[in-house]
């Protein structure tokens, strides 16, 4: 105990800094306020993210007090504390002499209920899904046929043997570089993100495999770092997680190009069997073979028409072709000709019979005369007179006459 007495002046007036600084040496001797467990609910939450100190209010269904968790206690919460949380702080009751409020000071804190790791899990889930670091459309897709893998884990754990051994089995080509850490502890996450941004910037591998065996959410807590997560997600070359058990999810998992339950699944992921792939060579070299002799059957069932084709449309078929329409031709021709020259001899017939009509000879012999004065044709009684001498022709014959 210390010694509670203090001189309180000549005048027996106390200043504020002397009260204040009297009753923080009472709470602070008092075993009782030194090392208590308060449960309550959180409110009037404020982070200060910049001196990383944590203020904040515990309250019950009748009392509030004020409380503070300074950083370095802060740094070492597993979980961000919320407004509305009930929570179990653990630390010391005192007094704050410059406002002469009473506060807690607390050294830990545990979530009432659920677990700090499992409430930690889910807030740094539900904050990097809404940023998008888990979208299925920023995954990058994982090569066919790689030729070197890279391996984050344990150099000495039974998961790096594993995955070595799968690799080498289902693709002797491959090429294995195992880059060591750390896969729990405090150490741990700032070593699996060295390996991930040498993979990212050497480009020396063309997939990446991180991850270790089972354990329990302790053992694979270094695989749900913030810092880690973002470095996957960032990294230039595919990243297959493969964190403990089917059953075991880690932040890793989510934000990962490709999860895989085990170590063993994730090493039979990362490459093609070769057996596999000989097996499907042989299939697709058979399916060549079938479709190469389909289409060359088919090519000479082409070639025959073809052949036909110009059999029928060759150099020899089509002269006898234009011979044939020539004579064709000449045919009609000759059909037109004499018809044309019928025609016209039956045109000319006609003529004829029309001029052998008009004959004056014909017509004399019918006993018509042909009358002429001085060499004229007489053709009116107008054209003489009495005594004119004229000239009588007659179909056998002409003599003279004289107009009475």
Known sequence: MINTSFNVGR?????????????????????????VFISGEISNLTDHYRSGHIYLSLKDDKSVIKAVIFAGNAARLKFRPENGMKVIARGRVSLYEATGQYQLYIDDL???????????????KNRL???????????????LYPKTVGVI?????????????????????????????????EEAPKQLIQGIKYFSDTKCADVVIIGRGGGSAEDLWAFNSEELARAIFDCTVPVISAVGHETDFTICDFVADVREHTPS??????????????????????SMERYAEKNLLHKEMIFARIQD??????????????????NEL??????????FISSKELDLNTIENKFSQLDPEKILKRGYAALQKG??????????????RISVTLSDGSFTAIVE
């Open 11 to 35: 005048t027996g007036v106390l200043t504020v800094s002397q009260l204040n600084f009297y009753i923080k040496s009472l709470m602070d001797s008092d075993p009782r306020l030194s090392g």
């Open 110 to 124: 545990q979530p009432l209920g659920a677990g700090a790791l499992a409430i930690a899990f889910e807030q740094l």
């Open 129 to 143: 899904e809404k940023e998008g670091l888990f979208l299925q459309s920023a995954k990058k897709p994982l090569p």
């Open 153 to 185: 884990t344990s150099p000495t754990g039974a998961a790096v043997e594993d995955i070595k051994s799968i690799l080498l089995k289902r693709w002797p080509p491959i090429n294995i570089i195992i880059y060591p850490s750390l896969v729990q502890g």
């Open 265 to 286: 699944a994730a090493a039979k992921r990362a490459v093609p069997d070769i057996y596999e792939e000989k097996n499907k060579l042989a299939s697709l070299e058979k």
């Open 309 to 326: 084709n110009m059999a029928m449309r060759g150099p020899e078929r089509e002269f006898e072709n234009k011979i044939a329409y020539l």
């Open 330 to 339: 000449k045919k009609c021709f000759h059909e037109a000709e004499e018809k």
């Open 375 to 388: 060499g004229a044709v007489i053709s009116s009684v107008n054209q003489i007179s009495k005594g004119d």
